[in-house]
């Protein structure tokens, strides 16, 4: 039986594990693109935030980890700090990190007067669980974010497919597939909070990007006792996820004053139905105005662009329409 601990998957000369990343990166851009569109949000305003996040989150993601790796004094890794195919990005630090800087893009840009932060935390952040999900198998690819011993009489070894079950023989003993598993929960719960509740908009905006933190925090607090190898600061972030998400949750869904318009639109004919199939429309209460006043703006502009103007020639006055 083949051990394979410390090899990393290569397709040709391109490693599984960045085109993983590469991967989940389109299908979490591709999601918020069709609940942006939805929005009738400007796309180019989402390209800027795709702009910011891409590298942010890279850069983020990097640094906990080397951090992480300074603790546990893994002195060899720090020195490759720039090595990311070699596996070893966190997942806090890259969300973190990126979403900061969208958030302080949408706060000064005059571009982002334009979005509800609170509709881009609920569009943006749930839409990086498929992300995380087809990313695990990156790490499945280089062997990485494994849990303990497994036994070959045991349940958990016995549903796993032989592909599955032939790479988790590392370290001379089968392990538990943990980046199977946390795939699994993102996957699902990117199904039930992206394709359901933002779907239907069932919450206020800015509760599901709330629910994606404290979600989470509880996968990662829960799973990281059982990783070989299990890292404090980890534990420590994942806490302040859960703190971090019960937080927006109350403060969005119940505290914040909902500055919008709501529209609930039957998804039925069947009056007793409506009640329970349904969609919800919230409409920025600011945004009219803003975009009152930008078309008044414009008007004005144009006004002084197509004032006439005199242009001499050959001691004529000709007048010039722009």
Same mark, same amino acid.
């Given at each position: 039986?083949?051990?394979?601990?410390? @090899?990393?998957?290569? &397709?040709? %000369?391109? /490693?599984?594990?960045?085109?993983?990343? =590469?991967? !989940?990166?389109?299908?979490?851009?591709? *999601? @918020? #693109? /069709?609940?942006?569109?939805?929005?009738?949000?400007?796309?180019? *305003?989402?390209?800027?935030?795709? +702009?910011?996040?891409?590298?942010?989150?890279? $850069?983020?993601?990097?640094?906990?980890?080397?951090?992480?790796?300074?603790?546990?004094?893994?002195?060899?890794?720090?020195?490759?700090?720039?090595?990311? #195919?070699?596996?070893?990005?966190?997942?806090?630090? !890259?969300?973190?990190?990126?979403?900061?800087?969208?958030?302080? +893009?949408?706060?000064?840009?005059?571009?982002?007067?334009?979005?509800?932060?609170?509709?881009?935390?609920?569009?943006?952040? %749930?839409? @990086?669980?498929?992300?995380?999900?087809?990313?695990?198998?990156?790490? +499945?690819?280089?062997?990485?974010?494994?849990?303990?011993? =497994?036994?070959?009489?045991?349940?958990?070894?016995?549903?796993?497919?032989?592909?599955?079950?032939?790479?988790?023989?590392?370290?001379?003993?089968?392990?538990? %597939?943990?980046?199977?598993?946390?795939?699994?929960?993102?996957? $699902?719960?990117? @199904?039930?909070?992206?394709?359901?509740?933002?779907?239907?908009?069932?919450?206020?905006?800015?509760?599901?990007?709330?629910?994606?933190?404290?979600?989470?925090?509880?996968?990662?607090?829960?799973?990281?006792?059982?990783?070989?190898?299990?890292?404090?600061?980890?534990?420590?972030?994942?806490?302040? /996820?859960? $703190?971090?998400?019960?937080?927006?949750?109350?403060? +969005?869904?119940? &505290?914040?004053?909902?500055?919008?318009?709501?529209?609930?639109? %039957?998804? *039925?004919?069947?009056?007793?139905?409506?009640?329970?199939?349904?969609?919800?429309?919230?409409?920025?209460?600011?945004?009219?105005?803003?975009?009152?006043?930008?078309?008044?703006?414009?008007?004005?502009?144009?006004?002084?662009?197509?004032?006439?103007?005199?242009?001499?020639?050959?001691?004529?006055?000709?007048? $010039?329409?722009?």
């Amino acid at each position: 039986m083949k051990d394979w601990s410390g @090899v990393q998957l290569k &397709v040709g %000369p391109f /490693y599984v594990y960045s085109l993983t990343m =590469m991967i !989940g990166m389109m299908a979490a851009i591709l *999601t @918020v #693109w /069709y609940f942006w569109k939805r929005e009738k949000y400007a796309l180019e *305003t989402l390209g800027i935030l795709v +702009f910011i996040a891409l590298p942010t989150a890279l $850069v983020g993601a990097r640094i906990v980890f080397i951090i992480q790796q300074m603790i546990d004094k893994q002195w060899s890794t720090v020195k490759r700090f720039w090595a990311i #195919w070699e596996g070893g990005l966190s997942i806090h630090g !890259g969300v973190i990190t990126s979403t900061i800087c969208c958030v302080l +893009f949408l706060l000064f840009s005059k571009q982002g007067k334009k979005i509800s932060i609170r509709k881009a935390m609920t569009i943006i952040l %749930p839409a @990086v669980l498929i992300g995380q999900a087809i990313g695990r198998w990156g790490n +499945f690819a280089n062997h990485e974010i494994y849990g303990g011993i =497994m036994s070959e009489n045991s349940l958990a070894f016995r549903i796993l497919s032989p592909l599955i079950r032939q790479h988790m023989y590392i370290g001379g003993k089968y392990r538990l %597939p943990l980046f199977l598993y946390e795939s699994i929960a993102n996957l $699902v719960a990117y @199904v039930i909070i992206v394709w359901i509740l933002n779907l239907y908009n069932w919450l206020r905006p800015g509760t599901t990007g709330g629910i994606y933190v404290l979600y989470y925090g509880i996968i990662r607090l829960g799973m990281e006792p059982l990783r070989d190898g299990s890292y404090t600061i980890y534990k420590v972030i994942a806490s302040l /996820y859960i $703190v971090t998400g019960i937080a927006m949750i109350v403060l +969005f869904e119940f &505290v914040m004053k909902l500055n919008f318009n709501v529209y609930k639109i %039957p998804l *039925t004919k069947f009056e007793k139905l409506t009640n329970t199939f349904y969609f919800i429309v919230y409409e920025e209460k600011n945004r009219a105005l803003l975009e009152n006043e930008e078309w008044e703006e414009n008007k004005k502009k144009s006004k002084k662009n197509k004032k006439n103007k005199e242009i001499k020639i050959n001691n004529k006055n000709i007048e $010039v329409l722009v």
